[in-house]
């Protein structure tokens, strides 16, 4: 598979203090990668720094072919990379469709026939105000908004932060049948068996720095793994 998504040697500070050390990190076309690891060792920084909300100090950020490094937050949208960002975010005063439509900009309402089919519980509640959702719908609606930009690449920060575990299990479900529609995903996430399950590769960071990665299958039964992210067992 073609590398869709490619990060070069990342390097991001925030004042004097270093955040990302030499990132390097590819997402191939259809693929699913997990990026796992402790609070506070920069997976949140990494996705704002590829959105273009934080600015890399160097290193690259490649997107089918284009350099999209530094580059305003709305045209890296408008070049196919759209976030879901940690704490879902939403506008809780306003409706489900009003909240839709702002993720689709330009395109607006000609999207909704496109990304409502992958949210039924969504489609029910148009009308309602998002503030008013569950706490598993208004994930939904924050990766549904997202999706109304047409990405290539979606990212995903902690989906499943805050959710009961049947709730996580629909959510990366869904991951899933929006992969097999042909978007890459890019998910950072600390529920590291249900990402596992799910994602075609991972990462593991430590200390801003990429410490391991493969096959989330192999990583999944790599002692290191089991003893760190998942309670000592498989």
């Known amino acids: 598979m073609s590398a869709l998504l490619e990060i070069e040697d990342l390097h991001v500070a925030m004042g004097s203090q270093q955040i990302l050390r030499g990132i390097d990190l590819t997402l191939a076309e259809g ?5 796992l690891g402790a609070n506070g060792v920069g997976k949140t920084t990494l996705m704002r720094t590829l959105s273009g909300i934080y600015r890399a ?3 690259r950020v490649v997107l089918a072919g284009r350099d999209i490094t530094n580059a305003p937050a709305h045209r890296i949208v408008a070049a196919g990379l759209a976030q879901s960002p940690e704490g879902r975010q939403i506008f809780s005063a306003m409706t489900v469709r009003e909240n839709l439509i702002l993720g689709g900009g330009r395109a607006g309402l000609a999207e909704l026939d496109a990304v409502l089919p992958l949210f039924p519980r969504l489609g029910e509640r148009m009308a309602q105000l998002a503030g008013s959702l569950s706490g598993g719908e208004q994930q939904m609606l924050c ?12 990212l995903l920060d902690e989906p499943s932060l805050g959710l009961a575990p049947k709730l ?3 959510i990366f479900e869904l991951l899933a049948r929006i992969r097999a529609q ?17 994602a075609d590769r991972a990462a593991v960071m430590e200390g ?3 410490a391991l990665a493969g096959a989330a299958a192999a990583l999944a039964e ?6 760190a992210y998942l309670g000592g067992h498989v």
Do not use: F, H, T
């Open 31 to 35: 693929e699913m990668l997990a990026v």
């Open 57 to 59: 100090r160097s290193g």
């Open 143 to 154: 990766i549904a908004r997202a999706l109304m930009a047409r990405p290539r690449v979606l």
């Open 168 to 170: 996580v299990r629909n």
């Open 182 to 198: 042909g978007v890459s995903i890019l998910v950072v996430e600390q529920n590291a068996r249900a990402a596992l399950k799910v």
């Open 208 to 210: 801003g720095r990429i």
């Open 222 to 227: 790599d002692p290191r793994i089991v003893a």
